[in-house]
C-alpha cells in the first residue's frame, strides 16, 4: 500500500483558548458517552468532553506530549467531523503523534490491539478516543459515541471516568487550533504540522497481525477450503467489513461472497448493527431460522454450515450452525472448554482463568469447576475483566492468563486485548470446529453437533433476556428501587413450583484492586439454581433500558431440546410478577428476545 507524507507549512499552531460553559449530562456510562447524534453537534458539547477527558488524562499523571493519541471509529455518521476535531484539540493540549484509522476506520479491538502492539517502543500510544456507540444505529437521527481507552488498551476506569465526568461539570474552556488545516483520512500516509505528526495508518494491519499469532491460520483455511463446509460473515455495514475480508479473504484464501454487508456505512445501511435474532434479520433467514432462532423452511435453497454476525464497532458476535443458534453463554462456555486447541492458549499452558458478567448464564462455571479454572462474576462492563487480565502485570497480584472472558450481551475474548473482540469469537470457532474435523473425508462434525455434546457432558442452561427498550428512565428507575426495596420480603417466597431462596442487590468486590461496585443489578435466586435478573442498562442513546434475564438449569439428557420459550415460560411469567413492569412502564412486550 501507498504511503504520502506530505508537510503543511503556514499553520498558526498557538493554541487557541475557547470559552465555554458545562453541557448538562455528559457522565460516561460503562462504555463512554452516548448521546443522539445531534447533540454531539451542537456547539462545545463535543469540544467540552474531549477536553475534560484530556485534562484528566494529565491528571492522572500520564505525560501527553510524548507517546501516541490513537484516534479512530466504527464509521458512523459524524465520525469524519469528530476526528478532525480531536485531532485539532489533541495538537492544541501538547499531543505530538497522532496514529488515526485509515478513513477514520478503526474497530474497538483494533484500538487495544494498537494500543498493546504497534510500535516503536517509544512510539507507543498513551491512550486512544474511540468515536462509537457500539451496536446502536447510526445516522443524523440516531446515535453517537466517544471514549477514551487508557494505555494497556482497556476503556477507562471508574476512577478515570468519574473525574471526566467532575471535569464537565465545571469547564470554562477548551484548546483547539482553529487553523488546524483538515487532515486527508483517505490515504495511507503522514503529514506533519508544526512539529505535530498525523500519520493515516491500516485500520486492519495490526489486528489481523496479532490474529494471526494467535490461531493456526493454515489449518483454519485447510478446514474452510473443505468442499462440504461453507460460511458466511455478516458485518451488518459496520466497521468490520475491511476487517473480515482482511482476515478471510486475503489470509485465508476464501471469496469475497463469504464477507455479507462488508461495505462500511455511516449509518449501516438503515440497520440496526446489532448481532443478535432480532436484527441480524438477513443473517438469520439464511441460516434458516427466525427471529426466535426456530427452524424455518427454506426450501431447495442451501444452508451454509457456520455463520456469524457483528456490531456497528465489531467488538460483538453472534454464532450460528446450519439452522442452530448458539447463545452467548454457551459460546463463551463451548470455547473455554476447547481453549487447548488454540495456539495463543495451548502455548502458554492452558486457560488459567474465565469469567462472566453477572447476567451471563452459569455454563462456563460449570466447565470451570471440571477443568479447574479460576472462576469470577463480574459486574457488566468490560473494564472488570481488564483488572483480572491485569491481576499480575500491572497489579503484581495472581496471574490468571491465559483468561477467556465473555458476557450474555454477545461479548467475548481473551487477554490478548483488553476489549471483546467479535472476530476473534469467529476465529475461536473456527479454530475449534477444525480441531472437530481433522479428517476431511469423514462427515463434517458441525456447530450444532459440539453443541449437542457439550450438553450431554454439562447439562443445559435455558436461558434468554428481554429487553424492553426505550422506556421511561423515571419509570423504569423506581421499578427498580421498588425490586431493591423488596428483596428482603422476597427471599423465601414460594412462587409456582420455584422458591426464591436469595433476593439481592448484585455488589462486587474486585479481588484485584480492592475497588466496589454496587446496584450492578437486582437478583432473585431459586433454591434450585434457577435465577432472574434486572438490570437498567447504560448505554442506550436515549430512554432506558430495562434488561430482564432468565435462566434455568437442565441436567436430564431426555430434556435438553425443548423449545426455550416453553422451558422457561413458567419464569417469565414469576419475572414479569416480581417486576410489575406492566404498572410502571405501560409494557409487558418486549423490543428484543435474544
Known sequence: MGNDSTKSRGVDAEELEIPTTPWEGQKPGTSGLRKKTKVFMQEHYLEN?????????????????????????????HNDVAIQTIIAMAAANGVRRMWVGKDGLLSTPAVSAII???????????????????????????????????KNGEPAPEKLTNAIFENTTKIESYRKVQKMPEIDLSKVGTTEVEGVTVEIIDSTEAHVALLKSIFDFPSIKAFLDRPDFSMVYDSMHGVNGPYAKAVFVDELGQDVSVCMNAVSKDDFNGGHADPNLTYAKELVALM?????????DVGEKSIPSFGAAADGDADRNMILGSQFFVTPSDSLAIISDNADCIPFISAQGGLKGVARSMPTSGAVDLVAKKRGFDLFETPT??????????????????????FICGEESFGTGSNHIREKDGIWAVLAWLQILTAQNPDPSKPLVTVEDIVQKHWKTYGRNYYCRWDFEGVDKEKATAMMEKMRSSTGSNAGRTMGRYTVATADDFTYHDPV???VAAKQGVRFLMADGSRIIFRLSGTAGSGATVRMYIEQYEPDESKLNMVVSEALSELVAIALELCDIKTFCGTETPTVIT
Request: aromatic share 12%.
Open 288 to 296: 434458516g431460522l427466525n427471529a426466535k432462532g426456530e427452524k424455518i
Open 513 to 515: 484492586d480492592g475497588s
Open 381 to 402: 462492563g468490560w473494564k472488570y475483566f481488564g483488572n483480572l487480565m491485569d491481576s499480575k502485570e500491572v497489579f503484581g497480584g495472581k496471574n490468571y492468563t491465559p
Open 116 to 150: 498493546r502492539e504497534r510500535g516503536p517502543q517509544w512510539q507507543s500510544a498513551f491512550g486512544a478516543f474511540i468515536l462509537t456507540a457500539s451496536h446502536n444505529p447510526g445516522g443524523p437521527e440516531e446515535d453517537f459515541g466517544i471514549k477514551f481507552n487508557c
Open 49 to 77: 468532553f474531549v477536553q475534560s477527558t484530556l485534562n484528566a488524562v494529565v491528571d492522572s499523571g500520564t505525560d501527553i506530549t510524548t507517546g501516541t493519541l490513537v484516534i479512530g471509529g466504527d464509521g458512523r455518521y
